[in-house]
Protein backbone atom coordinates (compact mmCIF):
# COMPACT_ATOMS: atom_id res chain seq x y z
CA UNK A 1 0.00 0.00 0.00
CA UNK A 2 0.71 3.43 -0.57
CA UNK A 3 1.61 5.58 2.00
CA UNK A 4 -1.22 8.31 1.87
CA UNK A 5 -4.03 6.97 -0.13
CA UNK A 6 -6.32 9.67 -1.17
CA UNK A 7 -10.26 8.70 -3.20
CA UNK A 8 -11.81 9.83 -5.53
CA UNK A 9 -9.05 10.79 -7.23
CA UNK A 10 -11.73 12.55 -9.49
CA UNK A 11 -14.93 14.23 -8.40
CA UNK A 12 -17.20 16.66 -10.29
CA UNK A 13 -19.91 17.78 -8.44
CA UNK A 14 -22.80 20.35 -9.20
CA UNK A 15 -22.88 23.23 -6.99
CA UNK A 16 -25.64 21.78 -4.72
CA UNK A 17 -24.03 18.28 -4.39
CA UNK A 18 -22.65 17.34 -1.01
CA UNK A 19 -19.58 14.82 -1.68
CA UNK A 20 -16.67 14.42 0.26
CA UNK A 21 -12.86 13.76 -0.05
CA UNK A 22 -11.20 10.98 2.06
CA UNK A 23 -7.44 10.25 2.60
CA UNK A 24 -5.60 7.66 4.69
CA UNK A 25 -2.52 6.99 5.35
CA UNK A 26 -0.31 4.15 6.58
CA UNK A 27 3.03 5.68 7.68
CA UNK A 28 1.87 5.93 11.67
CA UNK A 29 2.11 9.74 11.46
CA UNK A 30 0.18 11.90 13.96
CA UNK A 31 -0.26 14.61 12.00
CA UNK A 32 -2.50 15.55 9.40
CA UNK A 33 -3.32 18.20 6.46
CA UNK A 34 -4.96 19.04 3.64
CA UNK A 35 -3.51 21.41 0.70
CA UNK A 36 -5.46 23.29 -2.23
CA UNK A 37 -3.38 23.55 -5.34
CA UNK A 38 -4.99 25.97 -8.35
CA UNK A 39 -3.13 26.46 -11.50
CA UNK A 40 -0.18 28.61 -11.39
CA UNK A 41 -0.69 29.60 -7.56
CA UNK A 42 1.19 28.04 -4.23
CA UNK A 43 -0.63 24.92 -2.65
CA UNK A 44 -2.43 26.74 0.06
CA UNK A 45 -3.11 25.26 3.31
CA UNK A 46 -6.46 24.53 4.43
CA UNK A 47 -6.34 22.41 7.47
CA UNK A 48 -4.24 20.72 10.18
CA UNK A 49 -4.93 18.13 12.28
CA UNK A 50 -2.09 16.91 15.19
CA UNK A 51 -3.26 13.95 16.99
CA UNK A 52 -7.08 14.14 16.06
CA UNK A 53 -7.12 17.83 17.26
CA UNK A 54 -7.64 20.43 14.21
CA UNK A 55 -4.95 23.10 15.05
CA UNK A 56 -5.61 25.01 11.99
CA UNK A 57 -8.14 26.50 10.07
CA UNK A 58 -6.33 28.97 7.49
CA UNK A 59 -9.58 31.34 6.77
CA UNK A 60 -11.00 28.61 5.02
CA UNK A 61 -15.16 29.10 4.48
CA UNK A 62 -17.52 26.76 5.62
CA UNK A 63 -18.46 24.69 2.42
CA UNK A 64 -15.11 23.25 3.36
CA UNK A 65 -15.80 20.92 6.44
CA UNK A 66 -12.93 18.73 7.22
CA UNK A 67 -13.22 15.53 9.61
CA UNK A 68 -10.57 13.30 11.56
CA UNK A 69 -11.56 10.83 13.69
CA UNK A 70 -8.24 9.09 13.71
CA UNK A 71 -4.96 9.68 13.47
CA UNK A 72 -4.82 7.50 10.04
CA UNK A 73 -8.01 8.72 8.34
CA UNK A 74 -9.10 12.61 7.55
CA UNK A 75 -11.77 13.56 5.20
CA UNK A 76 -13.13 16.84 3.22
CA UNK A 77 -16.62 17.10 3.39
CA UNK A 78 -17.84 19.39 0.12
CA UNK A 79 -21.33 21.20 0.62
CA UNK A 80 -22.28 23.86 -1.87
CA UNK A 81 -19.11 24.44 -3.52
CA UNK A 82 -18.38 27.33 -6.25
CA UNK A 83 -16.61 27.03 -9.93
CA UNK A 84 -13.73 28.26 -8.26
CA UNK A 85 -13.37 25.71 -5.54
CA UNK A 86 -12.20 23.39 -8.67
CA UNK A 87 -8.86 22.44 -7.44
CA UNK A 88 -6.35 19.86 -6.53
CA UNK A 89 -6.75 18.47 -3.17
CA UNK A 90 -3.62 17.50 -2.00
CA UNK A 91 -3.78 15.30 1.76
CA UNK A 92 -0.43 14.66 3.31
CA UNK A 93 0.66 13.47 6.71
CA UNK A 94 3.79 14.07 8.92
CA UNK A 95 5.59 12.75 11.79
CA UNK A 96 3.86 15.64 14.08
CA UNK A 97 2.58 19.28 13.39
CA UNK A 98 5.25 20.64 15.58
CA UNK A 99 8.10 18.87 14.66
CA UNK A 100 10.73 19.79 11.85
CA UNK A 101 10.13 17.21 8.97
CA UNK A 102 8.70 16.53 5.28
CA UNK A 103 5.17 16.01 4.53
CA UNK A 104 4.51 12.88 2.86
CA UNK A 105 1.57 13.76 0.06
CA UNK A 106 -0.88 11.79 -1.60
CA UNK A 107 -2.03 11.85 -5.43
CA UNK A 108 -4.75 14.26 -4.83
CA UNK A 109 -8.41 14.21 -5.58
CA UNK A 110 -8.76 16.78 -8.65
CA UNK A 111 -12.39 18.57 -8.08
CA UNK A 112 -14.51 20.24 -10.50
CA UNK A 113 -17.45 22.03 -9.34
CA UNK A 114 -19.73 23.05 -12.88
CA UNK B 1 1.31 38.80 0.61
CA UNK B 2 3.25 35.67 -0.95
CA UNK B 3 6.30 34.73 1.19
CA UNK B 4 8.08 32.17 -0.99
CA UNK B 5 8.30 33.01 -4.79
CA UNK B 6 9.35 31.20 -7.28
CA UNK B 7 9.34 33.62 -10.19
CA UNK B 8 10.33 30.93 -13.12
CA UNK B 9 7.17 29.46 -14.22
CA UNK B 10 9.16 26.59 -16.26
CA UNK B 11 12.18 25.79 -17.55
CA UNK B 12 13.99 23.60 -20.51
CA UNK B 13 17.28 22.22 -20.29
CA UNK B 14 19.24 19.63 -22.48
CA UNK B 15 19.82 16.03 -20.59
CA UNK B 16 23.13 16.29 -19.35
CA UNK B 17 23.33 20.32 -18.67
CA UNK B 18 22.83 21.57 -15.12
CA UNK B 19 18.81 23.00 -14.17
CA UNK B 20 19.45 25.71 -11.80
CA UNK B 21 15.86 26.34 -10.46
CA UNK B 22 15.16 29.37 -8.03
CA UNK B 23 13.19 30.32 -4.93
CA UNK B 24 13.02 33.70 -2.81
CA UNK B 25 11.40 33.96 0.30
CA UNK B 26 10.72 36.94 2.52
CA UNK B 27 10.09 35.82 5.73
CA UNK B 28 13.44 35.46 7.78
CA UNK B 29 11.70 33.26 10.41
CA UNK B 30 11.92 30.44 7.60
CA UNK B 31 14.52 28.10 8.94
CA UNK B 32 14.56 25.11 7.04
CA UNK B 33 13.46 24.79 3.49
CA UNK B 34 12.75 21.88 1.79
CA UNK B 35 12.25 20.74 -2.38
CA UNK B 36 9.28 19.00 -3.62
CA UNK B 37 8.85 16.93 -7.14
CA UNK B 38 5.99 16.64 -8.59
CA UNK B 39 4.63 14.40 -11.56
CA UNK B 40 1.37 14.97 -13.37
CA UNK B 41 -1.43 12.32 -12.02
CA UNK B 42 0.80 12.09 -8.47
CA UNK B 43 1.05 14.06 -5.20
CA UNK B 44 4.70 16.08 -4.36
CA UNK B 45 7.51 13.51 -3.17
CA UNK B 46 9.96 15.06 -1.28
CA UNK B 47 13.35 15.84 -2.70
CA UNK B 48 15.92 17.30 -0.85
CA UNK B 49 16.18 19.94 2.05
CA UNK B 50 18.84 22.28 4.10
CA UNK B 51 18.71 23.62 7.37
CA UNK B 52 19.06 27.62 7.97
CA UNK B 53 22.23 26.59 9.56
CA UNK B 54 23.93 25.45 6.57
CA UNK B 55 24.53 26.58 2.96
CA UNK B 56 24.87 23.78 1.00
CA UNK B 57 23.40 20.10 0.99
CA UNK B 58 24.27 18.06 -1.30
CA UNK B 59 22.53 14.76 -2.22
CA UNK B 60 23.84 12.53 -5.23
CA UNK B 61 22.90 14.91 -8.32
CA UNK B 62 20.57 17.18 -6.35
CA UNK B 63 22.88 20.17 -4.71
CA UNK B 64 20.51 22.84 -2.67
CA UNK B 65 22.41 26.05 -1.94
CA UNK B 66 20.87 28.70 0.69
CA UNK B 67 22.06 32.36 0.89
CA UNK B 68 20.17 33.61 4.01
CA UNK B 69 21.58 36.90 3.12
CA UNK B 70 19.52 37.39 0.23
CA UNK B 71 16.89 35.60 1.37
CA UNK B 72 17.40 33.08 -1.66
CA UNK B 73 17.47 29.10 -2.18
CA UNK B 74 18.68 27.27 -5.17
CA UNK B 75 18.51 23.87 -6.49
CA UNK B 76 21.09 22.47 -9.12
CA UNK B 77 20.83 19.22 -11.29
CA UNK B 78 23.86 17.73 -12.90
CA UNK B 79 23.76 16.48 -14.73
CA UNK B 80 19.88 16.60 -15.78
CA UNK B 81 18.20 13.92 -17.06
CA UNK B 82 14.58 13.60 -18.74
CA UNK B 83 13.16 11.64 -15.68
CA UNK B 84 13.51 15.11 -13.63
CA UNK B 85 10.96 16.60 -16.07
CA UNK B 86 8.77 17.40 -13.84
CA UNK B 87 7.17 20.32 -11.43
CA UNK B 88 9.72 21.26 -8.72
CA UNK B 89 8.08 23.41 -5.90
CA UNK B 90 9.86 25.01 -3.39
CA UNK B 91 9.07 25.13 0.76
CA UNK B 92 9.81 26.58 3.48
CA UNK B 93 8.70 25.78 7.56
CA UNK B 94 9.24 29.00 10.17
CA UNK B 95 10.37 28.44 13.91
CA UNK B 96 8.53 28.63 16.64
CA UNK B 97 6.71 25.25 16.94
CA UNK B 98 4.98 25.64 12.93
CA UNK B 99 6.91 22.33 12.40
CA UNK B 100 5.52 21.26 9.33
CA UNK B 101 3.16 23.67 8.23
CA UNK B 102 5.19 24.91 4.99
CA UNK B 103 4.70 27.36 3.17
CA UNK B 104 5.02 26.81 -0.89
CA UNK B 105 6.21 28.82 -3.93
CA UNK B 106 4.24 28.49 -7.05
CA UNK B 107 6.40 25.65 -8.67
CA UNK B 108 8.55 25.72 -11.73
CA UNK B 109 8.23 23.37 -14.79
CA UNK B 110 10.99 22.03 -15.60
CA UNK B 111 11.42 20.16 -19.22
CA UNK B 112 14.65 18.01 -19.55
CA UNK B 113 15.01 17.52 -23.42
CA UNK B 114 16.89 14.47 -24.49
Known amino acids: ETGVTQTPRHLVMGMTNKKSLKCEQH?????MYWYKQSAKKPLELMFV???????ENNSVPSRFSPECPNSSHLFLHLHTLQPEDSALYLC?????????????FGEGSRLTVL | DQQVKQNSPSLSVQEGRISILNCDYT??????FLWYKKYPAEGPTFLIS?????DKNEDGRFTVFLNKSAKHLSLHIVPSQPGDSAVYFC?????????????FGEGTQLTVNP
Open chain 1, 92 to 104: ASSQGATETGELF
Open chain 1, 27 to 31: LGHNA
Open chain 1, 49 to 55: YNFKEQT
Open chain 2, 27 to 32: NSMFDY
Open chain 2, 50 to 54: ISSIK
Open chain 2, 91 to 103: AAEGVGGSGSRLT
